[in-house]
């Protein structure tokens, strides 16, 4: 059973760009709720309409204005960023040279919800952040965003700069474009953190983001940093590239840059390749799912190729203390170029430095090179791994500071659990392929 293919991000473009332009006047309805759902959610449940770029740009006001513009919808309503909402048409914000995120900091929170009934937001553009700012214990779902950030400030994300609150909901959101940050922040490709020193993240899943990230500090591609406790990261997936800047440093994932105590990610993969070499700190860590773990990672896979100056993995940059990691594999290259002073020069097929914490029932196949502490594995372990294997062929590297080494034929051995390799594992989440396979994930 081979990896669930992710859509090459150019004909996704080009799919949504088609897609966005299917509307047309008198309104025909597209979106995912039919009409007899929509008259329910506003005239019973109380969304308020929007169908353009002036409507959404509006919804951060608490005023009685005329929403649903060109819809059997359209009536006077009372908006507010306490208010929930629905989109009905997609929309083209070409004409909002930067936009303003909708929510800042308390008391200015988004805290409603939003639903953009899977149609397309369009030509976003900004320096300041996405389309929200700081949504607390909010709802954002079924949202789709493409646009440009050139961010000349902290913490950026597509859809939400912030998701803060424990009761916050962020679900089957989509994102596609650019997001470039000059300064040391949160940068995700979707949120940018989930975390400040007084409130935690909710819950984030079946989301994707597809393109190109450059910047530094907390960077991911889903969510720069889960900093918090209590953030569950669930059935979200990547792909593109994420670049540091030269005097960046910090933690770089694939799915999420920091991913705090108490918090998990679950069922989501990343195929975004990672270059971190241009840094000139000694303090980097970059994964192909995450780059630095205080919490959990399951049922997880990441086939993006990663290079760094120090402590690179084809999963995880560096795991700390309480991180368990279980059920999950790599697939990328990953290479360690020449270290600056003080640096960690730790680089491993699945992870660089398992510093403490768990690692069991997983495996890396990536070729694995550069400086250092090198291993087809594991670069510098120092915690616990168990049950764990690696292509001692394809990584090219016979040894490992942890794992278990196997040839190319014996990792595809086609049999779960077998005598002599994969021991302890569950053949209800690993399916073991036949002799011609490595194993993959059911379900993922």
Known sequence: MKPKPILNYKESYTMHVINSYRFQEPWVNTG????????????????IPVATGVELNSIRNSVSQVMGA????????LTGRDKKYVQLKSIDLVSFSSWTPIGLFSPDNFVGEYDGNNLDIMNLTSTGGGLMGVSFNAKIKNTRVYGTINALQNNVGLISSFLLGEDSMFENNFGYGDINASTFSYI???????????????IIRDSAFIGNITGGGFVGGIVGASRGESCFIQRCHTLGTITSLSADKRFFGGI??????????????SAMDINTASSLSPYIHSGGIVGLNIGTIRRCYATGNITSLNNAGGLVGASEAGSVISDCW?????HITNNPAGAYPNCGG???????GSISNCYSKGLVTGLGNVGGFCGNNTGNITNSYWDTETSGNATSSGGIGKTTTEMKAGLIPDTTIYVGWDNTIWDPGTVNDYPSLIGV
């Open 256 to 269: 999420c840059g920091h991913h705090g105590k108490l918090s998990t990610i679950e069922g989501s993969y």
């Open 32 to 47: 995912k709720y039919t009409y007899a759902e929509l008259v329910d959610m506003i005239g019973v449940q109380g969304y």
């Open 188 to 202: 995700g490709g979707l949120i940018g953190g989930t975390y400040t020193d007084w409130y935690y993240g909710g």
């Open 70 to 77: 060109g819809t059997p919808f359209k009536a006077t309503y």
């Open 350 to 356: 699945f992870i660089a430095w398992c510093y403490k």
């Open 330 to 334: 790599s697939s990328g290259n990953v």
